[in-house]
T-cell receptor
Framework: EAQVTQNPRYLITVTGKKLTVTCSQN?????MSWYRQDPGLGLRQIYY???????DKGDVPEGYKVSRKEKRNFPLILESPSPNQTSLYFC??????????????FGPGTRLTVT | AQKITQTQPGMFVQEKEAVTLDCTYD???????LFWYKQPSSGEMIFLIY??????QNATEGRYSLNFQKARKSANLVISASQLGDSAMYFC???????????FGIGTKLQVIP
């Protein structure tokens, strides 16, 4: 089954404790992206990747890191989480980058709480 | 900077009626794409419809159509024959920057009344 998976689905952590949210897709998609969703703000793009070893900042990259060492994986790293990073995080992928891409496939979301 | 504006925080529609959800956008890019996504209360993001900036015909997908007015920079979603299962948050989004950067609106919560 074609899908984007995220782990963990739920996470409660404390300020300053490094964490990684994994994202994996099995569709051989080139483009992957991370978003955060906050009430009243919609979804905001954190980072995106056009292909392996190619990443770039979205609108809200501060406090986050990403890597794209393999085509299928695009982990989101919070080196020193803070309470303002409490949010619902979505990973998404689509077939090709730099071209018209009608559809992004979204993962199920990761609800992160930082206390 | 790219911007998506959705001015209707909440909408009600009677079952079987049509409803229009508004979306306006701002970009200086000539090439861009516009999307609508549905997010039910279960939280997943469901792709509904896409319109490219060069597409001359309005996009349609089943009961969904996108009313694209390029000069007005609007991309309204029309849902025909509303169903109870259409109750959800609806997000308008735009992809720009060589089809790389994605900007979402803040969403419209649609409630379908029996």
């Amino acid at each position: 089954e074609a899908q984007v998976t995220q782990n963990p689905r739920y996470l409660i952590t404390v300020t300053g404790k490094k964490l990684t949210v994994t994202c994996s897709q099995n569709m051989n998609h080139e483009y992957m992206s991370w978003y955060r969703q906050d009430p009243g703000l919609g979804l905001r793009q954190i980072y995106y990747s056009m292909n392996v070893e190619v990443t770039d900042k979205g609108d809200v990259p501060e406090g986050y890191k990403v890597s794209r060492k393999e085509k299928r994986n695009f982990p989101l790293i919070l080196e020193s989480p803070s309470p303002n990073q409490t949010s619902l995080y979505f990973c998404a992928s689509s077939l090709s980058a730099g071209q018209v891409l009608p559809e992004q496939y979204f993962g199920p979301g990761t609800r992160l709480t930082v206390t | 900077a790219q911007k998506i504006t959705q001015t209707q925080p909440g909408m009600f529609v009677q079952e079987k009626e049509a409803v229009t959800l508004d979306c306006t956008y701002d970009t200086s890019d000539q090439s861009y794409g516009l999307f609508w996504y549905k997010q039910p209360s279960s939280g997943e993001m469901i792709f509904l419809i896409y319109q490219g900036s060069y597409d001359e015909q309005n996009a349609t997908e089943g009961r969904y159509s996108l009313n694209f007015q390029k000069a007005r920079k609007s991309a309204n979603l029309v849902i025909s024959a509303s169903q109870l299962g259409d109750s959800a948050m609806y997000f308008c989004a735009m992809i720009t920057g060589g089809y790389q950067k994605v900007t979402f609106g803040i969403g419209t919560k649609l409630q379908v009344i029996p």
